[in-house]
């Protein structure tokens, strides 16, 4: 199985900083297949990035992805009091092989 | 615009059945292209994918699991299903249901249901 490591657990930040959010896979993942997601309190998770780079519809751009292979980040730019929420990576790499990051918090 | 609904019993005792329902509207569940998913977050904690079916029919299952989970669909109803049994506290969860895109060359869980509270308890 495909673990992936979110770091930090938690981020506490103000609005208006940057946040710069790690998934790091214990195998290679194709790009095509790791995406990210956030998810607010009492909601269900909304997808935020596809394909470690692309942009959901209607996500603004001040979020990021990027990175390959084993090494993922998610970049928020500068911080609004609606991003503060815990984010998800996930990657698919076979028909039985679907995991989630443990996620990380970002809190003010 | 796609939306999903999960539907259900709250409470579920142990050892027991637990059944879930998912209803999609705006969108076909016998359209290729797209994995119908089950995932569950236990409280306070990530994201667990339980297994998903295509409009074939064909299943794929978490294997820690597998042993205990069946996922179906009903076209003419355009919903699908979730039955995981032998259940005991350990599954009390939210459980959310999900459409995977996988039609293109990027894959992802586009659209959510809001999820359903499950408790496990006598």
């Known amino acids: 199985e495909i673990v992936l490591t979110q770091s930090p657990g938690t981020l506490s930040l103000s609005p208006g900083e940057r946040a710069t959010l790690y998934c790091r896979a214990s195998?290679?993942?194709?790009?095509?297949?790791l995406a990210w997601y956030q998810q607010i309190p009492g909601q269900a998770p909304r997808l935020l990035i596809y394909?470690?780079?692309g942009r959901a519809t209607g996500v603004p751009d001040r979020f990021s992805g990027s990175g390959s292979g084993t090494d993922f980040t998610l970049t928020i730019s500068r911080l609004e009091t609606e991003d503060f929420a815990v984010y998800y990576c996930q990657q698919y790499s076979s028909s039985t092989e679907l995991t989630f990051g443990g996620g990380t918090k970002v809190e003010i | 615009q796609v939306q999903l609904r999960e539907s259900g019993p709250g409470l579920v005792q142990p050892s027991q059945t637990l059944s879930l329902t998912c209803t999609v509207s705006?969108?076909?569940?016998?359209?290729?292209?797209?994995?119908w998913s089950w995932i569950r977050q236990h409280p306070g904690k990530g994201l667990e994918w339980i297994g998903y079916i295509y409009h074939s029919g064909t299943t794929y299952y978490n294997p820690s699991l597998e042993s205990r989970v069946s996922i179906s669909v009903d076209t003419s109803k355009n919903q699908f299903s979730v039955r995981l049994s032998s259940v005991t506290a350990a599954d009390t969860a939210v459980y959310y249901c999900?459409?995977?895109?996988?039609?293109?060359?990027?894959?992802?869980?586009?659209?959510w249901g809001q999820g359903t509270l499950v408790i496990v308890s006598s």
């Open positions: 394909g470690a780079s």
């Open positions: 195998q290679s993942v194709s790009s095509a297949h």
């Open positions: 705006g969108g076909s569940v016998s359209r290729g292209g797209y994995y």
């Open positions: 999900a459409r995977y895109d996988s039609s293109g060359y990027h894959y992802f869980f586009d659209y």
